[in-house]
T-cell receptor, first 111, second 114 residues
Framework: DQQVKQNSPSLSVQEGRISILNCDYT??????FLWYKKYPAEGPTFLIS?????DKNEDGRFTVFLNKSAKHLSLHIVPSQPGDSAVYFC??????????FGAGTRLTVKP | ETGVTQTPRHLVMGMTNKKSLKCEQH?????MYWYKQSAKKPLELMFV???????ENNSVPSRFSPECPNSSHLFLHLHTLQPEDSALYLC?????????????FGDGTRLSIL
């Protein structure tokens, strides 16, 4: 079963505008959520995370919002830059040994 | 320089072969992980490993066997693989063995089973 879902396989935005990537989960035991970015032929790199006790975490141009009642989180990138074009993975963890990833959303930022 | 190096980058093997994937981290981390990414599927956590403890994952077939001789090195020994095992295998490490800690990934080994 897929406990973490990213329903949009791709997203295209204009440079300077906001990018919003969405993620839904089903397991209420998840206590941390992370976003990773992946360029072609490279491994994923950590971007930002949020604990389930928070509803927002911000780091520069990146903000993650968590809505526990809806079991939904989103990553906002503003302003979007062409270098942000990559595949973004949402991940959720429960305890020390269970980590689930979404299938990823390919973001394209057009100049 | 990602700090996590995986070799080889590409591997083609027959179903009866035995091969090993290698991962090395230069970050001083205490935990290492193996992931599998099949085409069109999310990353799947296969093993969580630290020098002190290996976490068994019952959903991983026994034809995959991890080995962690020290905190800097991680191996994945492969034998009698099936065509569905063709995938990208990623290694990662983190400061401590907590999956919510940010993990540093290698660039992966692309494995093809003939």
């Amino acid at each position: 079963d897929q406990q973490v879902k990213q329903n949009s396989p791709s997203l295209s935005v204009q440079e300077g505008r906001i990018s919003i990537l969405n993620c839904d989960y089903t397991n209420s035991m998840f206590d941390y959520f992370l976003w990773y970015k992946k360029y072609p032929a490279e491994g994923p790199t950590f971007l930002i995370s949020i604990s389930s006790i928070k509803d927002k975490n911000e780091d520069g141009r990146f903000t993650v919002f968590l809505n526990k009642s809806a079991k939904h989180l989103s990553l906002h990138i503003v302003p979007s830059q062409p270098g942000d074009s990559a595949v973004y993975f949402c991940a959720a963890s429960a305890g020390n040994n269970d980590m689930r990833f979404g299938a990823g959303t390919r973001l394209t930022v057009k100049p | 320089e990602t700090g996590v190096t995986q070799t080889p980058r590409h591997l083609v093997m027959g179903m009866t072969n035995k091969k090993s994937l290698k991962c090395e981290q230069h970050l001083g981390h205490n935990a290492m992980y193996w992931y599998k990414q099949s085409a069109k599927k999310p990353l799947e956590l296969m093993f969580v490993y630290s020098l002190e403890e290996r976490v068994e994952n019952n959903s991983v077939p026994s034809r995959f066997s991890p080995e962690c001789p020290n905190s800097s090195h991680l191996f994945l020994h492969l034998h009698t693989l099936q065509p569905e095992d063709s995938a990208l295998y990623l290694c990662a490490s983190s400061q401590v063995r907590r999956t919510h800690q940010p993990q540093h990934f290698g660039d992966g080994t692309r494995l093809s089973i003939l």
